[in-house]
Nanobody, 122 residues
């Protein structure tokens, strides 16, 4: 499966952005789809994930209550709605997918899209 992430940009602190992750090559059916981010000089970290089949979601503590991950089955797309953005949310955001059990670990996701840059100014 090929993943295409988009929607990044420059936003002021307190603002909102919506990222999208579209799949091609096959549907997301039976996948776990996750969003990860990597800030300059830091390791890639988990942000949120969703089970395509059940819709079950899970968030990192740092974004809980501010970010919402959702799916659009008709468009084979996963969204990450980000609100109340903070400068520390600035990073390259990646979507990734795996088949199997849900996990937050980067190394267990074999499919990755290119990153989309989110910059939050103070």
């Amino acid at each position: 499966v090929q993943l295409q992430a988009s929607g990044g940009g420059l936003v002021q602190a307190g603002g909102s952005l919506r990222l999208s992750c579209a799949a091609s090559g096959r549907t997301f059916s039976s996948f776990i789809v996750g969003w990860f981010r990597q800030a300059p000089g830091k390791e890639r970290e988990f942000v949120a994930r969703i089970s395509w089949s059940t819709g079950t979601t899970y968030y990192a503590d740092s974004v809980e209550g501010r970010f919402t991950i959702s799916r659009d089955t008709a468009k084979n797309t996963v969204w990450l709605h980000m609100s109340t953005l903070r400068p520390e949310d600035t990073a390259l955001y990646y979507c990734a997918a795996r088949i199997g059990s849900a996990t937050n670990y980067v190394r267990y996701y074999p499919y990755w899209g290119q990153g989309t840059l989110v910059t939050v100014s103070s």
